[in-house]
């Protein structure tokens, strides 16, 4: 009984990491770039969430953090790209952060796959889009673009592990 408790709550946990949204397109403006990956969007028309904005991060790519190398370039190049910029946001799930995940696209380009072709970003989705995202990455690594310049870049997940046991 306990066994089956537990693996109930764990499928739960699961679920709740990437719980699937709505799939919807909105349109409004960026109004807050927090780091390489997540911006702080308004919506033009009222969101059922309620919210005034919304917070999303973008899908299919991990920036890398701030205090980690290229994390302030990848920062100032979304900043530079979207601050105050109108934009299109094609919602995929919600975190357990309650953050939308979403691909943002301005004149007509997809912002994610700007990042990674920069070498501000890596990827490592399996979505539809996994292919060019993939190309994308390649390609900047082998023109040594970003953080593509080092011998060997530290992913931003890896990062995360390393620093959270010092209190990153």
Known sequence: MKRRF?????????WMVVAPAAAETLRGVVIV?????????????????GRAFLKIRLADIDAPERGQPYGDAATQALTARLLNQRVEVDTVATDVYGRT?????????EIGTDLVRRGLAWTGTRSRRASVLQAAQRQARLSRRGLWRDAAPMPPWVWRRVHSASGY
């Open 33 to 49: 770039v927090i780091d390489g990956d997540t911006v702080l969007f308004k919506p033009d028309h009222y969101h059922p969430s």
């Open 6 to 14: 537990a693996r109930l709550c764990l499928l739960f946990l699961a």
């Open 101 to 109: 995940i979403a691909r943002i696209r301005m004149d007509g380009e």
